[in-house]
């Protein structure tokens, strides 16, 4: 059993920027591909950025250039910075564990509880 917890959202005019937390407990964090997801009032869940075991990344188009997931192992966290925001990046953001990383949510076994974004234009 993972658990993953979010931090680090808030309100932030477009333009401005935001850092992400999730930090995991239970087992061995290591051994877990992350990602970050993202799901907006009325729409789907998102995919946002991904990192492997072995710290490949792989961001949406949408964010690519703007976000950058990142993990440091010797904290059991994983990151995401956002800069330059906009208002339609406003949705709560949810980090998730799987075995492999890859954009389909429905590969990812554990998800953290959500953090909300919201950039003011």
């Known amino acids: 059993q993972v658990q993953l917890v979010e931090s680090g959202g808030g309100l932030v005019q477009a333009g401005g920027s935001l850092r992400l937390s999730c930090a995991a407990s239970?087992?061995?964090?290591?051994?877990?591909?992350m990602a970050w997801f993202r799901r907006a009032p009325g729409n789907e869940r998102e995919f946002v950025a991904s990192?492997?075991?072995?710290?490949?990344?792989y961001h949406a188009d949408s964010v690519k250039g703007r976000f950058t997931i990142s993990r440091d192992n010797a904290k059991n966290t994983v990151y995401l910075q956002m800069n330059s925001l906009k208002p339609e990046d406003t949705a709560v953001y949810y980090c998730?564990?799987?075995?492999?990383?890859?954009?389909?949510?429905?590969?990812?076994?554990?998800w953290g509880q959500g953090t909300q974004v919201t950039v003011s234009s």
């Open positions: 998730a564990a799987g075995t492999i990383a890859t954009v389909g949510g429905q590969t990812y076994i554990y």
């Open positions: 990192i492997s075991r072995s710290g490949i990344t």
């Open positions: 239970g087992r061995t964090f290591v051994g877990y591909a």
